[in-house]
């Protein structure tokens, strides 16, 4: 982990990209082996695309 950030490989495809330190376990180190699972927030996904759909239309009446 350097400056803040730390650098994953994602074997299978060869692939390196960085995250946050802070998202990574706690005591995790290099060489370590993780698993992380990514998902997509339904409810406020809505929420947010309500929310700026009607800043937009706000915006667009002026």
Request: zero cysteines.
């Amino acid at each position: 982990m350097e400056n803040g950030w730390a650098v994953l490989e994602y074997a299978q495809e060869g692939i390196t990209f960085s995250i946050p330190s802070v998202l990574m376990p706690e005591g995790a180190g290099e060489g370590d082996v993780i698993d992380f699972y990514v998902s997509v927030k339904d409810g406020e996904t809505h929420s947010r695309r309500a929310r700026l759909k009607k800043l937009l239309e706000d915006n667009m009446d002026d």
